[in-house]
């Protein structure tokens, strides 16, 4: 059965950094792309970051570049998302994602193949 699960979330002010981790199992971790995903309230779910299956080409959302960085530890089954100087607008649900086997980066919804359950980060403002 294949399982993403997320940690790391939490409330924090703008301009802090948190650092969400995903640890996978039930799929071969290091033939995957990944990603992370997120959707806040009254909003559709949005692509932030993915990474190709070969962990060298990564794609961002204009939102976050610069801010945000993903990266995956194929000995650890494990996916990360570094998010640093944080606005209001990143408050939402994020979900770890798997893509496809051998896959590169992508950015919408169809393309994902297993939604980790999510973890809501909230900035105060």
């Known amino acids: 059965q294949e399982q993403l699960v997320e940690s790391g979330g939490g409330l924090v002010q703008i301009g802090d950094s948190l650092l969400l981790s995903c640890a996978v199992s039930?799929?071969?971790?290091?033939?995957?792309?990944l990603g992370w995903f997120r959707q806040s309230p009254g909003k559709e779910r949005e692509a932030v970051a993915t990474?190709?299956?070969?962990?060298?080409?990564?794609w961002y959302a204009d939102s976050v570049k610069g801010r945000f960085n993903i990266s995956r530890d194929n000995a650890k089954n494990t996916l990360y998302l570094q998010m640093n100087n944080l606005k209001p607008e990143d408050t939402a649900v994020y979900y770890c994602?798997?893509?496809?086997?051998?896959?590169?980066?992508?950015?919408?919804?169809?393309?994902?193949?297993?939604w980790g359950q999510g973890t809501q980060v909230t900035v105060s403002s």
């Open positions: 994602v798997a893509g496809s086997h051998y896959g590169g980066t992508w950015s919408l919804p169809r393309g994902v193949r297993t």
């Open positions: 990474v190709m299956w070969t962990g060298k080409t990564t």
């Open positions: 039930g799929l071969p971790f290091s033939a995957f792309s």
